[in-house]
């Protein structure tokens, strides 16, 4: 695989505007978008330090992913995303590999990125994910 570098760390929290709180006022970052995205059913906040976001991820229903996954482990880091070209061909390589993935091809994720997750057990408990910013190219 090709990865160019870290686009964003996913961190689940209970509480968006809290959590907002701490970034902005104790660690000065500046929100700068708040995004809904339905079918994940998750709000999400994003901040941005150097070319790294960091996407905070409310969940905004208890049978969601985020609302899961802080049920069994509490709030903390879910995800990180790893920025690619090509992102159909990084996938057909890690699947080549025998990588588990959880999308076999890309969709939607927010900030209108193409995003697809490689499954945890097949990385070291890292909930892995590639996105491409195809708007760019
Ligand atoms: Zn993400």
Redesign the pocket.
Known sequence: MELNYIE?I?IAVKDLPSAIGYYEDILGLRCYSIEEVKDQKVKTAFFKIGQTKI?LLESTSPDGPIGKFIEKKGEGIH?I?FAVNNIETQLGNAASKGIHLIDEKPRK?AEGLE?AFLHPRSTFGVLT?LCENKKQL
């Open positions: 964003h996913g996407e995800h995303a994720g995003i994910e």
